[in-house]
């Protein structure tokens, strides 16, 4: 029954539910998020498929059941992982995201852009970032995210998106010092004189989930799992700021299938 409703679905999202909940998940120490991802969907799959609803939207592995919080002490942070430079997925991203916590906005969304970045020319570089930048303006204009940021942007092409934002500039850089010790000083000096944050982080610089994140989604899901891929994936985390404790983490994936 599983693989049957499965293969007559043409896409899916699969959220984890808060991972902070999972001892053995939040112990473990990931080399970076896609890690993390791979390690739930290897738990999820050894309880067995059988309690997924494959009706439901998203399809949910577990609960993230925030009734009990304080909606007015909680920061909300969404990290979206882009395969591409769609306009469509990051405000598909945010929408799902606000529904599923059952939260009126997000306090932070922050984009790793797609690996095709790093061959492309600035201009092209700028033109397809502000594809996907100025949706979510949009919808910080209309109160559903507080602040954008950006990850692993160097100082020449945060410049250039700053400059050329039409209403909200960045004012997260999450970067990764893997491979130096230190944040580039220009990039610090930039970041002080625009008011941006600058947070280290281990996530992978591109979207590359881990070379068995497939076969963890079969066990999940059953072999009708291989006829699709994943479009985006992002990872929601939310704090208690009276307390400085993460109250839940998770991950939204998101899977099309293959044309043929």
């Not at 979510?136 to 990850?151: C, R, T």
């Not at 250039?160 to 970067?175: Q, T």
Request: charged content about 30%.
């Amino acid at each position: 029954m599983l693989e049957k409703k499965l293969s007559e679905r043409k896409s899916f999202t699969v959220d984890t539910g808060n991972l902070a909940q999972y001892t053995e998940l939040m112990m473990k120490r990931h080399v970076n998020s896609s890690a993390e991802l791979t390690a739930a969907f290897a738990k999820f799959a050894k309880e067995g498929p059988g309690k997924l609803n494959l009706d439901s939207e998203p399809i949910s592995l577990s609960a993230c059941d925030l009734d009990d919080v304080d909606k007015a002490d909680i920061k909300t942070t969404l990290k979206v992982f882009l395969p591409t430079f769609s306009p469509k997925l990051t405000p598909e991203a945010v929408e799902l995201s606000l529904r599923e916590l059952k939260l009126g906005s997000i306090s932070q969304v922050i984009l790793q852009f797609p690996k095709q970045q790093e061959d492309m020319e600035d201009e092209k570089w700028l033109e397809a970032v502000l594809r996907v930048w100025c949706p979510l303006e949009k919808m910080a204009e209309n109160g559903k995210i507080h602040v954008l940021g950006v990850s692993d942007t160097d100082v020449e092409r945060l410049r250039l998106l700053c400059e050329n934002a039409e209403k909200d500039p960045p004012k997260i850089d999450h970067y990764s010092i893997d491979g130096c010790c230190a944040v580039p000083s220009e990039l610090v000096e930039f970041a002080k004189l625009h008011d941006i944050q600058l947070l280290t982080h281990n996530d992978a610089r591109t979207f590359d989930l881990c070379p068995n994140f497939k076969e963890e989604s079969v066990k999940l899901f059953g072999e009708s799992i291989r006829d699709f891929t994943v479009t985006w994936a992002a990872r929601y985390t939310i704090w208690l700021r009276s307390r400085s404790v993460m109250a839940a983490k998770g991950y939204l994936v998101h899977f099309e299938k293959e044309i043929q």
